[in-house]
Nanobody
Framework: QVQLVESGGGLVQAGGSLRLSCAASGRAFSGYSMGWFRRAPGKEREFVTTISQTGDRTLYADSVKGRFTISRDNAKNTVYLEINTLKPEDAAVYYC???????????????????WGQGTQVTVSS
């Protein structure tokens, strides 16, 4: 079992920056690839980014490439999402998720993820 707790959300002006954190507890954090998803009001949950167990591979949704950066610190059992140049369309609840490392890294289906956090709200003012 893995427990995930996100933090760092808030109200930010468009063009601003934010760093989200996801602290994990429970089973070996380094055994999981980690992902961030988001759900905006009235929209489906969508994949944002993922990082491999050791951090050597990352993937990003086209909509966030160049603006978002995922990273992890296995010593601290934490994954981060650096968000720059925020746009109004980035406003959403952001969820951290853990996927067992034996699963195919390059498939970003939410159903592949084993554990989810409760989410943290990001609001963007224009």
């Amino acid at each position: 079992q893995v427990q995930l707790v996100e933090s760092g959300g808030g109200l930010v002006q468009a063009g601003g920056s934010l760093r989200l954190s996801c602290a994990a507890s429970g089973r070996a954090f380094s055994g999981y690839s980690m992902g961030w998803f988001r759900r905006a009001p009235g929209k489906e949950r969508e994949f944002v980014t993922t990082i491999s167990q050791t951090g050597d591979r990352t993937l990003y949704a086209d909509s966030v490439k160049g603006r978002f950066t995922i990273s992890r610190d296995n010593a601290k059992n934490t994954v981060y999402l650096e968000i720059n140049t925020l746009k109004p369309e980035d406003a959403a609840v952001y969820y951290c998720a853990a996927k067992d490392g034996t699963k195919f890294f390059y498939r970003n289906w939410a159903s592949d993820y084993d554990y989810w956090g409760q989410g943290t709200q990001v609001t963007v003012s224009s």
